[in-house]
Nanobody, 115 residues
C-alpha cells in the first residue's frame, strides 16, 4: 500500500504561482511513475504532468512552459510548480503514484485562480 499526502493548494490571482507537494509513504519501494491530474467543475479528470522514476517528464499541452514537475526519490516526494496561473487552471488537483499493478491517489487539493 502507498499513502499520498498533498499540500500547497489555495487561492491565487491570475498570473500568480503555487507549488503543490505530494509525499508518499508506506510500501514506497518499486514505485514507478508519479504525477498529477486535475478535475475542473463539470469536466472529467485530466492528466497534468507525469514523471518517471528515472526523471523523464511529460506535460499536458495546456500547462507546458508554465508548470514544472520534479521528483525526489530519496525523500519520496513529487512537486508541481505552477507559474503564470490562469482562471482555466482552477480545479481539484490529485497526486498519483504507480506501484506494481496499481495506481494510488491522494485526497485532492483545491486550486482556485481568480481573474
Amino acid at each position: 500500500q502507498v499513502q499520498l499526502v498533498e499540500s500547497g493548494g489555495g487561492l491565487v490571482q491570475a498570473g500568480g504561482s503555487l507549488r503543490l507537494s505530494c509525499a508518499a509513504s508506506g510500501s514506497i519501494f518499486s514505485v514507478n511513475d508519479m504525477g498529477w491530474y486535475r478535475q475542473a467543475p463539470g469536466k472529467q479528470r485530466a492528466l497534468v504532468a507525469t514523471i518517471a522514476s528515472g526523471g523523464y517528464t511529460n506535460y499536458a499541452s495546456s500547462v507546458k512552459g508554465r508548470f514544472t514537475i520534479a521528483r525526489d526519490n530519496a525523500k519520496n516526494t513529487v512537486d508541481l510548480q505552477m507559474n503564470s496561473l490562469e482562471p482555466e487552471d482552477t480545479a481539484v488537483y490529485y497526486c498519483y503514484a504507480d506501484r506494481i499493478n496499481r495506481r494510488y491517489w491522494g485526497q485532492g487539493t483545491q486550486v482556485t485562480v481568480s481573474s
